[in-house]
C-alpha cells in the first residue's frame, strides 16, 4: 500500500468529515433559530427545506467517508486477488476465477458502485441546492426591483402633485 495514497485518503475522509460536521451544526442551528425568526413564510420554508437538503448532503458526505476509510482495509484484498488474477494468467490464459475470487470482485464491485451512487446522490443535491438558492435570490431581487420601482414611481407623483400645485 502507498503511503501517499493513504495519507491522501485520510486527509480527504478528515476534510469531508470536517466539513460535514460544520454545515451539519450550522443548519441545525439554523432549524433551532428558525421560529423565532420574523420571516414570510414562503422564506422560512425555504430555509427549512434548505436546511433539511444540507443536512443530507452532511450525512451523505459521512457515508462517504467512511467509504474511503473502508477502501484503505479492502485495499489489501484487493491487491491479493490482483496478483492472484496475474499469476493464474501467467499460468494458464484462459484462467477463470474460483469462487471465492469472485465473491470478492463482486464485493468490491458492489462496494464501489455504492460509493459511487452516495457520491452522485451528494453531487445531485449540491446541484438542486445551488440551484434553488439561485431562484430563490432571483425571486427576491424581483421582488426589490419591484419595491423599488414603486417607492420611486410614489416619489415622482408627489413631484409631480407638489410642483402642479405650485404653478
Known amino acids: 500500500m502507498n503511503p501517499n495514497e493513504v495519507g491522501f485518503t485520510i486527509v480527504l475522509a478528515a476534510a469531508l468529515l470536517g466539513l460535514a460536521g460544520y454545515f451539519g451544526r450550522q443548519q441545525l442551528r439554523l432549524l433551532r433559530g428558525l421560529a423565532a425568526l ?30 474511503l476509510i473502508g477502501w484503505l482495509f479492502l485495499q489489501s484484498t484487493y491487491q491479493n486477488l490482483s496478483i492472484d488474477l496475474q499469476m493464474a494468467r501467467a499460468k494458464d490464459p484462459a484462467g477463470l476465477l474460483t469462487e471465492e475470487q469472485k465473491d470478492a470482485v463482486r464485493f468490491i464491485w458492489l462496494y464501489w458502485a455504492i460509493a459511487l451512487l452516495v457520491l452522485l446522490t451528494l453531487l445531485i443535491l449540491a446541484a438542486t441546492d445551488f440551484w434553488a438558492t439561485t431562484r430563490f435570490w432571483l425571486r ?12 420611486l414611481e410614489q416619489l415622482a407623483a408627489r413631484r409631480r402633485q407638489d410642483r402642479n400645485g405650485q404653478h
Open 38 to 67: 420574523e420571516l414570510p413564510d414562503d422564506d422560512r420554508r425555504y430555509l427549512r427545506i434548505q436546511a433539511y437538503r444540507r443536512l443530507i448532503c452532511s450525512a451523505l458526505m459521512v457515508v462517504f467517508a467512511g467509504f
Open 140 to 151: 427576491q431581487h424581483r421582488k426589490l426591483q419591484a419595491d423599488h420601482r414603486s417607492q
